[in-house]
């Protein structure tokens, strides 16, 4: 009965060597193409050291300016405008400036990879329901999978720096926006797909003229849930070398500073809060059109 | 304009049926299996059984039916938004069903403009992008398409409007906008899907009379669909009748409301104002020898509404009916006219007694 009390697992043996085999065949692997890898992602890392340099070495005045600028051009809304000027000036004002500019300089990056990526992507699994089948579980295993489980396989390829966790808050943050786009296109009303057929539309012309722009909110929300979730997973990241807010909330989790870790968590939220604000109103105000209804 | 040289559409031995092997069914099908037959043996539906329609250039071609006999269906093979299961379809002499991919797409940009029942006009586009929709992707530069454009907004009333988004727009309006974006388009067949189906009555009228208008001067060839039988005798140069996708009856509003083909059309005419259709031709009783015209006359093709309009003004008694060249070619008076008018089953008597036998 010893089977009913206790799950009759691999045997002991075995299950080291599976591990076994399976580690030492990935080691190969980091041994064989770790360099090309590395190589192939150079030019990211350049494009990543670029931005942070213009983030932290362009005068403070500067930055506000253009924050501010970016969120009246976004959202035109002067209230948004003001609460991104006190929560930059606050931010400031405790000494978190360096950091801050690091970590919106990362998301910066994340968000334009997952855009890059990611609206591809979507776009080709909404054309094709076997392509949908075969991608989402992927993306539900990138979702639930604890992110520094596959932190692992890429600190081993491509060690610790700004590379591997950019490349890990990418796997975390892109699935919302491969799922919204999938899902956008989806929705268009066939009527107006229709028409557009009608009228001898290519695809390309379908894809530009009505598919995208009538799936364009679903998609700016895929942006802004992407986004949050670059920064939830920037602590997760300083994990492995990524500089910015996370570090000082990790050295205040390892010393118990409580402080430390509040001041800096709270300058987290508030970037959240300005990203989100700034990109909902920019979609909303792109939508301007369907609030409009005939009376 | 419309391509003098343009050769109407032919619909030859059309079928269409639904379903995952539906090539393998279409030989039963035409040996005599029938609708509910292939559904219950074989799950397969069937959207339209042997269709022919011959449409000639610069007519209006109503199809006529019931929501499910097959029009929306029919209408979408002239431009092969869905293909037939067999059969031809000729646009201007070519075969619509063996074009390909890129032949199909130039031949929907030049050939066909369509207008549908729920507008489906791009939300995101106000009323001059919604216009040059069809032009912009035929590629015709900007500047040239605007100038379209705005001369079709001008001509369906919408000048003024070009700037407004569609949620902004009444339906009427917004069917006005459809209908624009279709003839910016010049192409030769214009296909109207229920068009004014969604329409409130007092504006579906006023849609018509842009439509019919509109035709004097454009003479392209109009497939139109309705459900409306009023509709469809006040349009059509030609009507079919659809049910359970067969064609029970085609030919003139004259020849619907004068000789239903079978029960089915004769239940639907019975319903119709018949004074608007019927012309007085049919009700003429013959000229006698010697008649001598008054100075009142009624042309031939006048409808008995419009001839009882002008008999009601002028003195009693019979009013010739003239022909092209003047010459009369029968007599009508208000009795026969009246009769007509409110007798349901078919031709009109000759000697007035139909109304005595009405009361």
Known sequence: MDWFYEFPHMNDDALRNLKKAIDEGFRAFTRGYGDAIEGFFSPLQHFLIAAERFMTHTPWPIITLIVLAVAWGASRSWKIVLSCLVTLLAIGYFDMWDDTMRTISMIFVCTLLSIAIGIPIGILMSRSDRLQRLVNPVLDVMQTMPSFVYLIPVVMLLGIGKVPGLIAVVIYAIPPMIRLTDLGIRLVDKDVLEAADAFGSSSWQKLKNVQLPLALPTIMAGINQTIMMALAMVVIASMIGVQGLGQPVLKAIANQYFTLGIFNGLAIVGIAIIFDRVSQAYGKRLQKHREIVHG | ?359
């Open chain 2, 1 to 359: 304009m419309a391509d003098h040289h343009f050769d109407g559409i032919k619909i030859r031995n059309l079928y269409k049926i639904f379903g995952s092997n539906a090539a393998t069914h279409v030989e039963a099908v035409r040996n005599g299996l029938s609708k509910a037959e292939l559904n219950e043996k074989f799950g397969h539906v069937l959207g339209l059984k042997d269709i022919n329609i011959e449409m000639p250039s610069g007519c209006i071609q109503v199809i006529m039916g019931l929501s499910g006999s097959g029009k929306s269906t029919l209408i979408r093979h002239i431009n092969r938004l869905i293909d037939p299961t067999a059969g031809e379809v000729l646009v201007n002499g070519v075969d619509v069903v063996k074009m390909n991919e890129l032949e199909l797409r130039e031949f929907r940009r030049h050939q066909t403009a369509m207008v549908f029942q729920k507008f489906a006009l791009l939300p995101h586009r106000n009323v001059l992008d919604n216009t040059v929709y069809g032009l912009e992707v035929q590629g015709v530069e900007r500047a040239k398409a605007v100038d379209v454009a705005m001369r079709w907004i001008e001509r369906v009333g919408l000048k003024g409007f070009e700037g407004k988004y569609p949620n902004q727009l009444s339906g009427g309006m917004q069917q006005r906008v459809g209908l624009a974006r279709a003839l910016a388009n010049d192409a030769p067949v214009l296909l109207m899907d229920e068009a004014y189906s969604a329409l409130d009555p007092l504006i579906r009228t006023d849609m018509q009379t842009v439509l019919l208008d509109l035709q004097k001067e454009i003479r392209k060839t109009i497939v139109f669909i309705t459900h409306d039988l009023d509709e469809a005798l006040r349009l059509g140069d030609q009507i079919a009748i659809l049910r359970d996708g067969e064609v029970i009856q085609q030919g003139t509003s004259q020849d619907i409301v004068l000789r239903p083909a079978d029960d089915y059309v004769a239940n639907f005419v019975k319903e119709v104002n018949r004074g608007r259709v019927v012309h007085v031709e049919a009700v003429m009783a013959p000229a006698r020898p010697g008649f001598s015209p008054d100075a009142i006359t009624i042309p031939a093709g006048t409808t008995i509404e419009d001839a009882m309009r002008v008999i009601a003004k002028g003195p009693d008694g019979d009013v010739a009916v003239v022909g092209p060249t003047g010459k009369p070619i029968g007599v009508v008076n208000l009795r026969q006219l009246a009769g007509a008018m409110v007798n349901s089953h078919g031709a009109a008597s000759h000697d007035g007694g139909s109304l005595a036998r009405a009361l």
